[in-house]
């Protein structure tokens, strides 16, 4: 029934859910303040000092983040699984985040001087892009991007850095060997108002982008041979499509670490309810995806508050039962 239902009032009703998850997230933690004075302190009406210093230093850039995290991821995916024309297919089988994780703790690990002096989400970057690259070059054929090639030079790259991470954290002490595993798992704990803008301009113009590509992706998902009759460029289009996935993990990865399932789970669902349309799945996967990370890092904060658990833990609760029972549904 979803998908008759007019986009607009979709995603109206969607950005109001994620507005709403949001200011519960703001307002909830290991110091809860009052829905009524969060709506207050949000909107620049005075409220008391330190829940508002709590309220814009700390929850809002970490809600928008997780917001931004999920909505990006969620859209990776879903071109992902157009790229390769199977719904099983997540952002992480192209190595993109093996990549970032390598970068990162060899900063971590042994210092900003072992990656060119960059930071750790610079270096997160970075090995993330170098990781699309080696992925793209190896999975071409004879100068063509084929989708089996493509999926399996991932997985083989992936394994790769991931015993290079392995190593880098047999050299970790133990202080930093716990960093370096809460970042694997991902967080947004750290999010400040200084990360925001990369991501949120890497997100919101790629979505923007893939929007207009829609009728393209939605040729491509029929087949290479229909795609050409359709007039697509399949081998430009899947290099472009490639591009644009890695980009928006590896910013995503750089900034929340290593977050897994959502890019597999959310387009799938979102596809499910709403139909295969790319130009309605991508806006509406953006706001699903990003409503359930905002949901995700609050259980995260709150489950064995004043302790605090990684992402990583709940999208694999979530995500490997979703996995399987996908799996029994494409068998039968």
């Known amino acids: 029934m979803l998908r008759r239902v007019p986009l607009t009032v979709c995603l109206v009703a969607l950005a109001a859910a994620l507005v709403a998850g949001m200011l519960v997230a703001i307002g909830v933690g290991s110091v809860n303040i009052r829905l009524a004075e969060t709506w207050d302190i949000v909107t620049g009406r005075p409220g008391d000092p330190v829940n508002a210093k709590i309220i814009w230093e700390y929850r809002i850039p970490r809600v928008l983040l997780a917001a931004l995290a999920g909505a990006g991821l969620s859209v990776a995916g879903a071109v992902l699984q157009a790229l390769v024309t199977n719904p099983l297919a997540d952002p992480y089988v192209l190595g993109v985040s093996s990549g970032a994780s390598a970068g990162a703790v060899l900063v971590m690990t042994l210092g900003s001087a072992a990656a060119g002096g960059l930071g750790v989400s610079s270096a997160a970057f970075a090995g993330a892009m170098l990781a699309a690259l080696v992925v793209f070059a190896l999975g071409q054929r004879r100068g063509r991007l084929t989708p089996t090639r493509l ?182």
């Not at 790629?206 to 460029?233: F, H, K, M």
Request: glycine letters at 10%; one cysteine or more.
């Open 151 to 332: 999926v399996l030079s991932g997985v083989a790259v992936g394994y790769v850095l991931l015993a290079a991470t392995s190593y880098l954290q047999l050299q970790a002490d133990p202080e930093e060997l716990r960093k370096v595993m809460f970042w694997m798992l991902g967080s947004v704990a750290g999010a400040q108002w200084g990360h925001l803008p990369a991501v949120a301009v890497a997100v919101l113009a790629c979505t923007a982008g893939l929007v207009l590509y829609g009728r393209r992706l939605n040729a491509l998902i029929t087949g290479e041979e229909p795609a050409t009759a359709l007039g697509v460029d399949v081998r430009r289009a899947r290099a472009g499509l490639l591009v644009v996935s890695s980009l928006l993990t590896g910013t995503v990865v750089a900034v929340a670490g290593g977050i897994g399932f959502v890019g597999l789970m959310v387009p799938h669902l979102v596809r499910m309810a709403f139909g295969t349309d790319h130009r309605r799945l991508l806006p509406l996967a953006t706001l699903v995806g990003a409503l359930y990370m905002v949901l995700v890092d609050l259980l995260s904060r709150t489950v064995d508050r004043p302790a605090e658990l990684p992402l990583g833990i709940f999208t694999a609760v979530f995500g490997a039962p979703f996995f399987v029972w996908l799996l029994r549904r494409e068998e039968r």
